[in-house]
């Protein structure tokens, strides 16, 4: 993965337009890398969707989220890349086999993963995926990546075009994020709570509500045994 | 051709490091384990001390059987453990020993962030292995593996942002060349915090409720036998060497010492995480495990806002010698 070329990125908002055209006829070796890394991640991803196993759905999306820090790597975006695996693979899908491990994760076939829905969601799934393809060839045909130059996917270029370019966007996505960490702790905190009041009504209703806490602090419960 | 000499030299010797200090790392723990106890240990393989014990260890490894449980989900089982070694291999290559070119395996610009970000995806080796042995112990251990990792990993990345802040930089060769010996007091919290924090990630004692042997027997390797057990042991000490090697690179200016870095740049690494690594053993040997509710409690009551003072702390002195 270090071993990746030095290269560079987009990450200037305002990207060079293009003066030479771009031919895909004779493509390099990191045109070829990204493109059989993508079909990896992309058979991870249909895995992850479709395999009746809990937790294997869960470690097939570890080498989907894997597979597309390897193609930020391989556009030059070094940052981005170790922050995609900081966050996904390190937190959000440890987080999520806690969630699974917690409530029921069955080894072998769980019979009713499974969904009614499953042609909605492959056509929304379609859908989305049509657009954001669209969208995003559109808005950047004349944008490339010179993979030859010197790196422009560095922290550097990245922090400095994050905190010079896009500031506000960016505290305004902070203060999001401040809005759903409070958010989550008042849920938590009235589930508690009512647990507590229908543990104080009627004897038998304490087990219920509380394994429904989200509990960003899941053992203290342990502790209270 | 020179290029792929030298890639290749580098990657032989980061191996060579991560065979060889993780069981440096262990024979030491057997000693100091000894002494501090007040007893023997192995004295006997080899004559002099033990000095074989290791090996014997490693033979009595491969001699046994690799078993796998019935009920268990076979392949996750047995790809676990090379989850949760394989990336403090991948640690070792960027973690600078001495001031030059050659002292570093892979100079990466965003060192920091790739360090700890790998680090955190070896915690995924043991979540499978809790997961995949179909025991109600690997269950209960992997879980709290899970609790542990996700408690800690916060001090922990904010205690590493602060050095990246007052660095400058968040490439680790480049911290190292932005350090002054006043930062040690400087960043003091912030080390400590570091430090305990990556502790209680490897779950060592005494943050080892996750394998706590008195309630769940080994946690997430209780059914692992042979050369896959000991892959997970090995894990352990290579995340020590890993641990302390960080933690002096960051917060104990890792080859600058009294006498100048020139030449012997990489034995004031190598000295500080050894002592590093010391105290890791010391620590297990003198605490008590922590219950989880107090484990829990200590990161989020106390780890984490001690992490946000260092952070305002260096944010502060940043700004008024800039």
Same mark, same amino acid.
């Given at each position: ?225 | ?31 100091? %384990? *000894? ?10 393989? +080899? !004559?002099?001390?033990?000095? $074989? &014990? =290791?090996? @014997? ?70 979540? %499978? *292995? ?10 209960? +251990? !992997?879980?709290?593996?899970? $609790? &542990? =990792?996700? @408690? ?171």
């Amino acid at each position: 993965m270090s071993l990746a070329p030095t290269l560079s990125l987009a990450a200037a908002p305002h990207g060079s337009l293009a003066a030479a055209p771009h031919g895909f006829l004779s493509p390099t070796g990191v045109e070829i890398a990204f493109l059989l890394v993508g079909l990896v991640t992309f058979g991870a991803a249909l895995i992850t969707v479709t395999t009746r196993q809990l937790v294997h759905a869960a470690l097939w999306l570890v080498v989907a989220l894997g597979g597309l820090a390897v193609e930020y790597l391989l556009l030059t975006a070094e940052f981005i890349a170790w922050v995609q695996v900081l966050i996904y693979v390190g937190s959000v899908v440890v987080l999520l086999l806690f969630g699974l491990m917690l409530t029921r994760a069955p080894i072998g076939r769980s019979p009713d993963a499974d969904s009614d829905n499953r042609w909605v969601a492959l056509a929304v799934a379609t859908a989305a995926a049509v657009a954001l393809v669209w969208v995003v060839t559109n808005a950047f045909r004349t944008t490339w990546i010179d993979l030859t130059g010197p790196a422009a996917g560095t922290t550097r270029v990245t922090g400095a075009s994050l905190f010079r370019y896009w500031v506000l966007p960016f505290e305004a996505l902070s203060v999001l994020l401040l809005a759903a960490l409070v958010g989550a702790i008042v849920l938590s905190r009235k589930a508690k709570a009512k647990a507590k009041a229908d543990a104080d009504g009627d004897g038998d209703a304490g087990d219920e509500p509380a394994a429904r806490t989200p509990a960003p602090v899941p053992a203290q419960k342990d502790g209270a045994r | 051709m020179n290029g792929a000499l030298d890639v290749a030299l580098r990657l032989v010797a980061v191996f060579v490091v991560f065979l060889v200090f993780p069981l440096v790392v262990g024979q030491t723990e057997h000693k100091v %384990m *000894a002494h501090m106890q007040g007893r023997l240990g192995p004295m006997y393989a +080899g !004559g002099f001390h033990g000095w $074989a &014990q =290791l090996v @014997a260890d490693g033979v009595k490894f491969a001699q046994k059987e690799d078993v796998v449980p019935a009920q268990a989900d076979r392949r996750v089982f047995q790809l676990a453990p090379a989850v949760a070694l394989l990336p403090y291999l991948l640690v070792l290559l960027v973690i600078p020993i001495g001031p030059g070119e050659g002292a570093v395996g892979q100079a990466v610009d965003a060192g920091v962030f790739f360090a700890l970000a790998v680090m955190g995806v070896g915690v995924l080796g043991s979540l %499978m *292995a809790g997961w995949a042995s179909a025991n109600k112990f690997s269950l209960l +251990g !992997g879980l709290r593996t899970a $609790a &542990q =990792l996700l @408690a800690y990993e916060l001090p922990m990345l904010l205690a590493a942002a602060s050095v990246a802040m007052a660095a400058g930089t968040v490439s680790l060769p480049g911290i190292l060349h932005a350090f002054h010996w006043w930062w040690l007091p400087w960043q003091l919290i912030g080390a400590v915090v570091f430090f305990v924090a990556g502790l209680a990630e490897l779950q060592r004692p005494p943050f080892d409720m996750p394998v706590a042997d008195s309630e769940i027997i080994f946690g997430a390797y209780t059914e692992y036998t042979g050369l896959r057990f000991a892959l997970f042991l090995l894990a352990e000490y290579a995340g020590i060497v890993v641990l302390c090697g960080l933690t002096t690179v960051l917060f104990l200016g890792g080859w600058h010492g009294p006498w100048g870095a020139d030449g012997l740049g990489w034995v004031w690494t190598l000295l500080k995480a050894a002592i590093l690594a010391f105290v890791v053993i010391w620590l297990r040997v003198t605490y008590p495990r922590l219950r989880e509710d107090q484990l829990q409690k200590l990161s989020w009551t106390l780890l984490v806002p001690l992490s946000l003072a260092q952070i305002a702390l260096t944010g502060i002195v940043k700004v008024v010698i800039s």
